[in-house]
């Protein structure tokens, strides 16, 4: 028996499994995939997670990570607004970054289940049994969801989840290409963004997010991107000038913006599984390692029988609500703008008029930075 559960080893179940192993607890993660994989994700990260990633051991200047202080927007017809970004971030491939993150969970203790789905979970007085694909019952006192976007787990436990009226496609590349190292561009094109950043090793992560509609009528990919994303002038130049490094492209479908709840039949939820902010924030990475974080100071205090399962609950929700609902309210508000033509040109325009909205928009989908005890 466990002390703790996580479902999903990206960053929040990451988090999570670190600070409760480093308090001395039992933690397992069950995770899909085996490290290192890539992952949809437009690998842009917040400095407000920096020093705590720091802290716990990452050396972000050694695994190469570029550092992204700069902010490009363009709309489909090629308008063009630059502005400085005040806190900034680094860029780091998913690849990298959750592969050294387990090699410290590894090292403080934490036991992973690899290559293994999650496929039943269930609470029979105060244990969590929790079974797997590879045939394997464990069991804990505590269940933490880190399971992502959408998933399969949230069928198993009869989670309810909005729908949404439309619905996304997100695309991964790696590419090489002659282009600025310090600054991340959004471009506008129809029914999507895309975003282009350094990551290390002189490579740049191109990701976009597209309606799925506009894959009606094409014959893939391929011939999305010459339809639609080619219009924009910025992205029709990039995309004829990189050399790109996958064989295929990391896809994802089906990636909802909906509200979610916090808690499920006593899981906790981390990361995306409790809500996802539009990816145009660049917030999401610091978003689920921040609730990780929160989350397991909080579970802490449950193991240590200092507060009881339902304080534990409303505590975890409130201050979830406190950190997060607003600003995940605001990244899909600024979502409405993109992807549309003649709005997203009209916004363009304004800011570029009054240049000193640009950081109070930027600033409105940050968050704070992560504080941590040295
Ligand atoms: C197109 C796009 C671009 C984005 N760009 C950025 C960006 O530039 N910056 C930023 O900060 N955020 C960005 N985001 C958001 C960011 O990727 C997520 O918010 C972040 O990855 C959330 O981390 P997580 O730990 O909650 O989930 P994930 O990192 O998705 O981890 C979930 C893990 O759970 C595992 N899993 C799923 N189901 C099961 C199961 N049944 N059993 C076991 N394991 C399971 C998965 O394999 C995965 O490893 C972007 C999102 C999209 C869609």
Redesign the pocket.
Known sequence: MHDAIV???????LTVAIELAGKGFSVIV????AYPFH????????NEVRPYLEHIGLDINKLGASTINKFQLTSIKGKSLHSPLQMGGFGIS?YTL?YELYRIALNIGVQFELN???EDTQRINDTFFVDTNTNKTFQAKVLIG????R???DKVIQRPIPKQQTSYL?I?YHISLDYPKDLISLHNFHGGYC?ISAIEDNKFCL???SQTSNLKHKSGIKQMEEDILYKNPFLKEIFTNAEFLFKKPEV?NE?VFVSKSQVHENIIM????AG??T?LA???????IRSGFFSAQLITEFLQGNINRTELEKLYISNWNSNFRNQLWRGRQLQKLFGKEKISELAITFLKNLPVLMPLVIRSTHGKVLEFDH
């Open positions: 479902i999903g080893g990206g960053l929040g179940g069950i995770e899909k995939h992952k949809v994700c437009g690998e842009y990260i917040s998913r959750d293994a789905s999650v880190s399971y992502g976007k998933a399969r787990v997100g991964k975003g990701c976009y997010l994802i990636v981390v990361g995306d599984s996802l902010i990816p660049g917030n999401g990475m610091s978003i689920a």
